[in-house]
């Protein structure tokens, strides 16, 4: 499902095609479960952008690529 999120960092709008459904993302977003318990197939950025919008890229630009 291709999902649209503004970045809670720097306010873009970002793209990210994630294997969820709509009422995968109706029942996450009801239920107040943690996302690692409701989508534990998915990749560690694909739950972050979900949850704040930053895509792996921005968080690379702001914070670094890491050791």
């Given at each position: 499902?291709?999902?649209?999120?503004?970045?809670?960092?720097?306010?873009?709008?970002?793209e990210m095609?994630?294997?969820?459904?709509?009422?995968?993302?109706?029942?996450?977003?009801?239920?107040?479960?943690?996302?690692?318990?409701?989508?534990?197939?998915?990749?560690?950025?694909?739950?972050?952008?979900?949850?704040?919008?930053?895509?792996?890229?921005?968080?690379?630009?702001?914070?670094?690529?890491?050791?």
């Amino acid at each position: 499902m291709l999902i649209k999120r503004k970045c809670s960092l720097d306010g873009s709008i970002n793209e990210m095609d994630i294997p969820v459904t709509p009422a995968d993302l109706h029942t996450w977003q009801i239920t107040g479960d943690l996302i690692q318990n409701t989508f534990p197939q998915l990749k560690d950025y694909e739950r972050e952008f979900l949850m704040t919008g930053i895509t792996p890229e921005i968080w690379d630009r702001i914070f670094g690529e890491g050791d």
